[in-house]
């Protein structure tokens, strides 16, 4: 019995006097976006390249010169017909896509836009509209 407390206390004492020492975790960053070693980025850039299953382009194609001038002219007409309702006047304009009436009710501009490839039909109230020949008179 005197043997195991021996023992008991000889482990005991070899645990506790061994030198334990412990610093603090540091983190250092390895991509340099995030301030790591710049000589990290090609390797980083290889990997996430070997990585990528994404086989493809984004799908998009440019407009040709002629769908651009189709838009920019259906952009003027929109815009004229806004500016022609906020002045009291009204309008109409159709499009591939879209039919769009605005009428002025005393001040009161709605437009009303209807979706010609679904039939959904929006409305929009813009108050606050003055009539110019009401303005000062």
Known sequence: MH???LSWSAATLAIFSLD???TQLIYTPVNPNFG???LNGSYLLANAS????HKGGSGY????AL???A???ESRLMSQLFNDAANGGEGYLKTTDFEIQVVNEDGMLLVHITDLVTGETTV????GLVDSGAVGG
């Open 124 to 127: 929009i109230e813009v108050g």
């Open 61 to 64: 194609t440019p407009p040709t």
């Open 67 to 69: 769908e651009r001038m």
């Open 71 to 73: 838009s920019s002219l």
């Open 20 to 22: 334990l020492a412990a």
């Open 3 to 5: 043997y195991k407390q």
């Open 50 to 53: 070997a990585q990528n299953d």
């Open 36 to 38: 790591g070693s710049y």
